[in-house]
């Protein structure tokens, strides 16, 4: 993580927790008895959380030699 910028990892750590809120949220993974609002939000969120992830790859620093 030294060589992203601080967006990239506000990025990086965002979807590390959207993604866990929807892993955990989802029916057939996670929590079993969620309600229902949440478990249809589920697989949106696992989405968006890999999103913002391979997003904060492009996020770099620029190495100067």
Known sequence: ???RTT???VFAFM???IFAF???FNRDLGITDTP???SSLSIP???IGIIS???SN???KKTTK
Request: glycine share 12%; net charge positive; aromatic share 16%.
């Open 58 to 60: 492009f996020l770099k």
């Open 7 to 9: 967006i990239g990892k």
């Open 53 to 55: 992830l391979i997003s």
């Open 36 to 38: 229902e609002p949440y």
């Open 22 to 24: 929807g892993f955990a």
């Open 15 to 17: 979807g590390i927790f």
């Open 45 to 47: 969120l696992i989405a």
């Open 1 to 3: 993580m030294k060589n």
